[in-house]
C-alpha cells in the first residue's frame, strides 16, 4: 500500500542485529503502542511488521508474502519481540500466548 511505503521512509531506526533492522513506525491516532517495520539488513527489503495485538495482550509479526526465512533471522525476529515483551513488563495472558493464524 502507498501508506506502508511512506511509512517506512519516515520511519526511524530502532535496533539493528546482524540480519535484521527494525524500525519504529509513526503511531497511528488512537493507538497507544509502537509498531515496527522489519527489514533485511542485507537488502534492505521490507520483510514485515510487528505489532501489538490486543486480544492476545502481546506483540505479533505480519510478514510480507513469501518471504524466506533462515533460522538465524528467526531468532533474531523472536529475541527483538521478546524484547519488546518484557519492556511492556505486562504478563501474557495464556490464551494468546503461541497462537497462530
Known sequence: MP?????IFVA?????????IFFILP???GHKTDRFAVRSAHDGSNLGTISWHGPWRQY????????IWSDGCLKDLLAFMQKLRDDRKTPIKSKGEDQCH
Open 3 to 7: 501508506g506502508d511505503l511512506y511509512q
Open 12 to 20: 526511524k531506526e530502532y535496533s539493528q542485529t546482524e540480519n535484521l
Open 27 to 29: 503511531k497511528i491516532e
Open 60 to 67: 505479533i509479526y505480519a510478514p510480507e508474502s513469501h518471504i
